[in-house]
């Protein structure tokens, strides 16, 4: 039997991660390429998407260099990426812009006028509009750059760029475009009605497959390039939170992570459409059919505990570890972790952080365990809203480098008063999921059969003799949000 091997590529923020896996998921190897995030003015974020694709090239010929032979029997390939970016492409595919990325906040005013051009919004897309969405950035350069609007042919999301490069289509899937906030989420289709509201028309959004379809073929000079002998398929892939529920298993309802990187995420699957956009939950598609998300996002998880580490000149492992020696629950100190502003429950690109309760008392220790606090209050909020939308969460796995700490895992489960658990190490990120979902496409298999959760290496139950005192302490967290921006005037 022909050896076969499968790929994942990753667009990150900060750089390309591209991963080669056997049939049975062993990873194999991989390799990584960074990139770097222009600022030109503040609250700007853009790249350009000709470095995307030499970081790419870059990570597939060092692949290639390190294990040829597993290169060389490529049999399909996924992708996944950055959600909301803007690529804006003429009619000869050429770039008109620098994309306009997740985390740029220019676009606040177009929100406001999105909502008012397209009052079915929330029904159809099942979001807020936000800044970082796609769909405002489009509005804001219509008002701002209207030469450039004027010659748009196609609009393209991050990883779907990379897909035009690849393959030479113009296709997305339904969980990365449902980002977008011109897909109708319910019926996984562009959405008429929202088109025209923003000037445009089915001509200008790529096709739509589900993530485990086949979306293209790799360019035959490619396979040149890197020696493989058989046609690749490439699948329809997913936005990178989607693809990661797809590496770790979180394909049925109720299963989810809870990921404490740079950003915070609570991550649930379900098998309907369950909008709250009162409470700024992310409503979107699986990457697999007839499958949605709901997700939670908070915008300083991990960030805020290294903002914090950084600004008092102590290693975060240290002091994590001084915490955890004597922790015995919330102080007088209360923390909200609004550093970049807030997503859910608030979507409010004003918010700020703050400290209250300061005192004599107040230690270095003492204030990082409250950042601590306050970044497992906002997964509380998330699990609040969610919960209000009728989603319900049955097993958690926690993924992203503060997973670290025991203790951090303790304060979130005691909070979600839900248990969670540990996968062995290993690489179960967007990377991998984006290889099964090749795997997929490349096979027919059924994702029940590829999409299996990780071995579990422990568990992390909630401290019910501390349950009381996080009660008393969330009640006094969420009351400061309103009180704070009421008084400063920050936010709506």
């Known amino acids: 039997m022909a050896r076969e091997t499968y790929l994942g590529i990753d667009l990150g923020t900060s750089g390309i991660k591209a991963v080669l896996i056997d049939p049975t998921g062993k990873v194999l190897a991989e390799a990584h390429q960074p990139l770097t995030v222009s600022r030109p003015q503040s609250g700007w974020s853009e790249q350009a998407p000709e470095d995307w694709w030499q970081a790419t090239l870059a990570a597939l010929d060092a692949l290639a260099a390190k294990a040829p032979e597993d290169m060389a029997a490529l049999s399909g390939l ?100 449902a980002g977008t906030l011109w897909l109708d989420v319910g019926k996984r289709d562009w959405s008429g009605t929202i088109l025209t509201a923003t000037g445009l028309t089915r001509s200008h959004m790529p096709a739509l497959v589900e993530g485990t379809a086949v979306a293209g073929a790799l360019r035959p000079e490619l396979r040149a390039r890197w020696r493989i002998p058989r046609p690749v398929p490439v699948a329809g892939g997913g936005g990178d939170n989607a693809a990661s529920a797809c590496g770790i298993g979180a394909i049925t309802p109720g299963q989810g992570f809870v990921s404490l990187g740079t950003s915070g995420v609570l991550f649930v699957a379900d098998d309907r459409f369950s909008p709250n956009t009162a409470g700024a939950v992310h409503s979107f598609c699986h990457a697999l059919p007839d499958m949605w998300h709901q997700m939670g996002v908070i915008l300083s998880a991990s960030d ?53 309760g300061l005192s004599h008392l107040s230690t270095a ?126 936010g709506s």
């Open 78 to 177: 996924g992708l996944s990426g950055q959600m909301h970016g803007a690529v804006l492409l003429d009619a000869a595919d050429t770039v008109l812009r620098p994309a306009i990325l997740w985390n740029d906040m220019r676009a606040a005013e177009e929100c406001a006028a999105l909502e008012t051009a397209a009052p079915d919004l929330h029904a159809i897309t099942g979001n807020l509009a936000m800044p970082g969405f796609t769909v405002p950035k489009l509005l804001w350069v219509a008002r701002h750059e209207p030469e450039i609007f004027a010659k748009v042919a196609k609009i393209l999301l991050p990883k779907d760029y990379l897909r035009l490069r690849l393959t030479g289509e113009h296709i997305s899937e339904m969980s990365d475009a």
């Open 304 to 356: 805020s505990l290294n903002w914090i580490a950084k600004l008092i000149g102590r290693d975060v492992a240290e002091l994590t570890g001084e915490i955890a020696r004597d922790y015995k629950g919330p102080g007088e100190e209360i923390f909200l972790p609004y550093l970049s502003g807030e997503r859910t429950p608030h979507n409010d690109a004003s918010a700020r952080g703050s400290f209250t």
């Open 365 to 490: 220790e003492r204030m990082t365990q409250a950042v601590m606090e306050g970044v497992a209050f906002a997964f509380r909020d998330c699990q609040r809203v969610l919960a209000e939308a009728g989603t319900r969460v049955d097993q958690l796995i926690a993924v992203g480098g503060g997973s670290r700490s025991r203790l951090w895992l303790e304060m979130i489960a005691t909070n979600l008063d839900t248990e969670i658990l540990l996968p062995e190490a290993g690489d179960y990120g967007a990377a991998f999921g984006a290889a099964r979902l090749g795997l997929c496409a490349a096979t027919g298999a059924l994702p029940s059969d590829i999409f299996t959760a990780p071995a579990i290496a422990g568990r992390v139950a909630p401290r019910a003799a501390l349950r009381a005192a996080f009660d008393a302490q969330y009640a006094r967290y969420r009351a400061l949000h309103p009180a704070i921006r009421d008084a400063r005037g920050f």
